[in-house]
C-alpha cells in the first residue's frame, strides 16, 4: 500500500539546512514536508561543529525565542592561532566588526525541530528517501520508505535534497551519487569531549611541529578538542592518558586542563562540490551539494547560506512564477561555495602538517603562518572569511 501526500516543496533531509529551509517557506506561507531516515534523538545527540558566523546567528534570530544561540550560546570576538607555543590572536572585532557564536550543531538542530513542531510542520522522522521521480516535470515526486516498510509518495513542486553528504538527491541532479570535484587530505581529526573546564577562554588552532591541534569549548565543564591524526586511526587506540600526551604535545605554551573522556571520533578531510546543483526541480543544499574540512568550521554555515538563497528562489517561483533566482541558483550559491572551499582548504593546509612534508615545506608554511599573524591585513583576511562574508558578497 503507498500513501501519497502533496506539498509544495518536500525537503528530504532535517538537518540545518531542510529545516531552517522549511522554517523560511514557511514565513513567505507556503507549505513543505521534510522527511530524514533518522529518529529525532539520531539527529539531536550527534556531535557536529560547534561555530556559527554572524550572518548565521542572525537568520536564526528569525526563528524567534526559541533560538537560544544567543543566550546559551557564547560570542566569540576572536580566535588564536599558535605557532610554536607562540600566541598570535585574531581579533574579529578589531578586524571585521563581526563576529562568531560557538553553539553546537545539535543544539541548532534541537531549537528548529521544537520550532518546526510548534508551527504545526508535518516532519517525519525514521523515514527514508529511496528516489525522486519526475525531476524534469513540475510535478516531482519522492518515492520513501517509512520504519515499518510502508511506502510514501511526495508529490511536490519542488524537491529539495538536503540529505548529507551521502545524499539520495544527489543521484537525481547530478546523473551519479558521487559526481562532482574531489579532494581527500592525507591527515584527519581524532576528536574527543571531556568533562573539565575550559583551558582557554577562545579557540585555539595550533601549529606545531607534532601536528595540528585545536582547543574549543563546549560549556563552562564540557570541552571539546581534536589533534591531528592518521586517517586510518582506530578511535580505540589510544588510552586517556595518551590522548592527553598526543593533544598536549601539539598545544606548547598551555596546560590543557584534563577530565574524563566521554566521547571519540576521528573526522576524516574531504573537500567536494557536486558537478551540478539543480536539475529541474530538484536543487541540492548543505552535504548533499558540498563538502569542506573542518578547519574554518565552513560546513553548517554555507548549508545555511544556500538556504537562503534557495528559500528566496522557491518564494519567487511558487508565489510569482518568477523562476529567474532559481535559475540563478547553482551560479550564486557556487561564488560563495567555492570561496568557502577555498578558504576551509587554506586554513587547512597553513596549520596542519603534512605527512610527506619536507624541511622546505615546514619553512615554508612558518613563513605563510607569520605573513598572516604578523600583518593586520593577514589578520582581517582570515576574520573576514572566519566570520563569513556578508550574504550579498
Ligand atoms: C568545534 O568546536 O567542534 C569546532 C570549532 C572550530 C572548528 C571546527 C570544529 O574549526
Redesign the pocket.
Known sequence: MTTTLRTRVAIVGAGPAGLLLSHLLDRAGIDSVVIDQRSRDEIESTI????LEQGTVELLDTIGEASRARTVGHRHDGIELRVEGEGHRIDFAETVGRAVW?Y?QHEVLKDLIAARLAAGQDLRFGVTAEGIEDADTDRPRVIARDADGARLEIEADFVVGSDGSRSVARATVTGSSTGGYFREYPFAWF?ILCEAPPSSDE?I?SNSPEGFA?V???SDTVQ?M?FQCDPDTDTAAFSEAQLWDELQKRVPGTTLKQGPIFQRDVLRFRSFVAHELRRGRVALVGDAAHTVP????KGMNLAIADVRLLAAALGALLLDGDERLLDAYPETASRRIWKAQHFSWWMTSLLHVAPDATDFDRRRQLGELRTVVESAYGRAYLAEAYCGWPFDA
Open positions: 557536529r561543529a560547534g561555530i560557538l553546537p576528536g579557540l588552532y585545536l574549543s569549548q563546549r571539546r581534536y573542518p578547519t574554518g568550521a
